[in-house]
């Protein structure tokens, strides 16, 4: 039984909905939050946890393998699940060298001090675990061989009954060969390698889930969702890359922090599972449906700021399309999502003009800065 569990990058998007989920879902779990606190890190994303009993949070950066070490110690830590890195594409573009040191590098640092820990210990490797997470972009980029989608011979209930497209034929498999495309899809697949590689030499164990674009609750906003939403609310440009036809798969988060929890408890060790919503959408009709329902939702006419879609330069090397088939995990441990998209695009949408305060923090100051920096040439 895993008891004392580390998480890394609990402070940010996905990492606080998971730190939620087990900290009031375990109580007699202790959980430690390991984060740089990073831009993307934020403590407020857990402001309704921070006291629990069960919880500790602790600042450090996962490439200090020395700290990592004798916290990893101190705390008799017999589970990882490993979040933290560095997750946006454009800025992967930008700054190749830092995803290389805290994806790769860091991921190292880690696996190396679990290593050490844990081969020192009497009982070894037995009851421990190395989880990480990862994304579908290792995968590289799928065809779009069927332009105005197929109804799909699948069901599942996360996709609305009008949408719920297939864009080809083809989907990603946990057998699918790795060819990553952006600098952020190439460190991903390169600690992905490693931690598979620690298994295999080591004999540690590990497992990797890869999982599709998430979206939901405090979400940086560089990411396409809660950007445009920040954008739409005070009548920015909403900066559509190339013509918004690239094919994103999306999940609600809270049903990623739910497959987390099951693959943590009941998944097989060397084990590859994907995580997906069977849920496609071109990037276009999802930011119509992103208009809609922030102009629904603050009372402006419905479609009013379709007027604010701004086709812009495309990003470098854009992979135009992400669809995975998450049926492995259906099958074997019986997980699927639980969210119509609708009923999770409406929820995010409502939190995000609910927590301005949240949003307003984050987007003065540095961050102000940087979007001038990102947008202001395209
Ligand atoms: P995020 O950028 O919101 O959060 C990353 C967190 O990691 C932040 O709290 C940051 O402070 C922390 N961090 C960064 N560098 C660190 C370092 N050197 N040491 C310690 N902490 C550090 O990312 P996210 O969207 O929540 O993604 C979390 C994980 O899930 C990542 O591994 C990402 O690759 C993966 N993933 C994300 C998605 C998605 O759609 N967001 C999809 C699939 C997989
Ligand atoms: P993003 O949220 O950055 O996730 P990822 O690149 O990991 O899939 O982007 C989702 C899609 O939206 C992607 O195809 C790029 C596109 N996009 C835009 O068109 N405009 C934007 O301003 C952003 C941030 C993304």
Redesign the pocket.
Known sequence: MKRNILITGGAGFIGSHVVRLFVTKYPEYRIINLDKLTYAGNLANLKDIEHAPNYTFVKADICDFETILSLMRQYEVDGIIHLAAES???RSIRDPFTFARTNVMGTLSLLEAARRCWESRPERFEGKLFYHIS?D?VYGALELTRPEGIKPPFSTTASSAEHHLAYGEEFFLETTKYNPHSP?SASKASSDHFVRAYHDTYGMPTLVTNCS?NYGPYQFP????P??INNIRHRRP?????K?E?V?DWLYVEDHARAIDLIFHRGKVAETYNIGGFNEWK?IDLIKVVIRTVDRLLGRHEGEDMKLITF?TD?AG??LR?AIDSSKLQRELGWEPSLQFEEGIEKTVRWYLDNQAWMDNITSGDYEKYYDEMYKNR
Do not use: A, M, S, W
């Open positions: 946006h594409v454009d994304t972009e952020y674009n560089e990411k396409l969702i950007l445009f909403l900066p559509v890359y190339g918004g690239n994103r990037n812009v990003r854009h992979d992400y």
